[in-house]
């Protein structure tokens, strides 16, 4: 099958930018309260008290069915409010995965009683989930897991672990993936299924891994015989692939995939103040232009989303260029201007803390979410060219 890309034009209509702004002054207003701070400092990105008020506003679960209490708003918003949230770095780390893909896997997959339960808490602020994919001997090759589901009465008992489990220390809820059935020689994917798991269950233990940076914000989680009743199997037994992809559509395809190091931008323009040299505007300036193209392609993933596509090529794509695009920048600011030579500038400390963190974050871009060489062989296969 051929297949080409596609990225329309989308004008952002009225109501986005109303948004927009109505997102700044709630910022701006969080901002003076004290929440968190605009500045190049690094503060925790999870704040429940701010998740809650943010649940509070409508912003979560926003493009989701009124019948379920969402906003049956459009993409085109929801990326918006995002944009605005992850550009004045909003702690918004608690919400963030429910809000982008464990509420919708839910609503599209979860029984009855697991939406009636989780569904009201996530649109409220309150629930927080993270996501159990990767295992020790089962990362890009995600359907090759071996942390077991067993039946038992009313339920099943998982036994096993993930590893690099973003934010499980603060989750309520896992959405994991776990063996039911042995793979079958016709598919290798075949066998796994995905369960809803309360972090609070007895026989889960989360244990946090430090990266480079000195933070834990990712873990191991380790299952010894750990129930989850029948009533939160998410779709089909065995058949989770047909489904676990469509999370990572969802994981692929916002601003968070662009924005990330963006910082560094923000504090190499305040570093080097009003009257630049030529060399350096002209580098800024490629630069803006970069993530401006980069941006138009983000937006136009959302507008296919509003349309009613699974743009899976195309998210792969932007997160692709996104997230290269992004671990090159702190070593192209520091062409323009090394930390060093910024001594003398209103902003030095600023702009040498926002380099030294986004250096030593930088590599993990193109390994969360998917690694480089795996995006680049789902465009090829999209492509129809493997
Ligand atoms: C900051 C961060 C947060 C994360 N958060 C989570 C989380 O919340 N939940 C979760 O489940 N996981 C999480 N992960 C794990 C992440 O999804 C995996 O690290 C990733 O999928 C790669 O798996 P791996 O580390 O096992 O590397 P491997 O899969 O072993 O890959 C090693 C190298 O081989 C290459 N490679 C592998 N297969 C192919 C192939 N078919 N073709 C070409 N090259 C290939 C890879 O590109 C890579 O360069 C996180 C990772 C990071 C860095």
Redesign the pocket.
């Known amino acids: 099958m051929s297949y080409s890309f596609k990225f329309d034009p989308i004008t952002l209509p009225p109501e986005a930018q109303a948004l927009r702004a109505e997102v700044r002054q709630f910022l701006r207003e969080e901002i003076d309260r004290g929440t968190f701070t605009s500045g190049a400092e690094r503060k925790s990105s999870y704040s429940p008290e701010f998740s809650r008020r943010v649940g509070a506003r409508g912003w979560i679960g926003m493009t989701w069915p009124k019948a379920h209490g969402g906003g049956g708003r459009s993409h085109l918003e929801r990326y918006v409010m995002i944009e605005e949230m992850l550009a004045h770095r909003a702690p918004v780390s608690g919400h963030w995965v429910a809000d982008r893909q464990s509420g919708p896997v839910i609503l599209k997959y979860g029984t009855e009683e697991a939406k009636r339960k989780v569904i009201p808490k996530i649109l409220s602020g309150e629930a927080y989930f993270?996501?159990?994919?990767?295992e020790p001997n089962?990362?890009?090759?995600?359907f090759a897991a071996s942390t077991r589901a067993t039946k038992t009465d009313g339920g099943w008992l998982i036994n096993g672990r993930?590893?690099?489990?973003?934010?499980a220390h603060n989750a309520n809820w896992m959405i994991g993936l776990f063996r039911t059935s042995p793979s079958t020689s016709e598919n290798r994917r075949h066998g796994l299924s995905q369960f809803l798991v309360d972090m609070t269950t007895p026989g889960i233990k989360v244990q946090p891994i430090r990266?480079i940076t000195g933070h834990a914000?990712?873990n191991e989680v380790v299952f010894d015989d750990v129930f989850v009743p029948d009533s939160h199997l998410i779709g089909e037994k065995d058949m989770a692939w047909k489904q676990a992809t469509d999370e990572l559509a969802y994981e692929r395809s916002g601003p968070d995939r662009i924005l990330e190091t963006l910082p560094v931008l923000t504090e190499l323009v305040r570093a080097v103040g009003a009257a630049p040299s030529d060399r350096v505007a002209e580098g800024i300036g490629r630069e803006i232009a970069h993530l401006k193209t980069l941006r138009r392609m983000s937006v136009s993933v959302a507008g296919m989303l509003q349309a009613g596509q699974a743009p899976s090529v195309e998210a792969a794509v932007v997160k692709d260029l996104g997230t290269n695009w992004e671990q090159a920048l702190p070593r192209k600011a520091r062409l323009l201007l090394a930390p060093s030579d910024a001594a003398t500038s209103a902003n030095a400390s600023g702009y040498a803390e926002t380099m030294a963190f986004n250096t030593l974050i930088a590599p993990?871009l193109t390994?969360?979410?998917?690694?480089?060489?795996?995006l680049r062989?789902i465009i090829a296969r999209g492509l129809g060219l493997r």
């Open positions: 993270c996501i159990g994919l990767s089962s990362g890009s090759d995600v993930k590893i690099w489990t973003s934010g990266n914000d990712f993990k390994i969360q979410g998917g690694t480089r060489e795996v062989g």
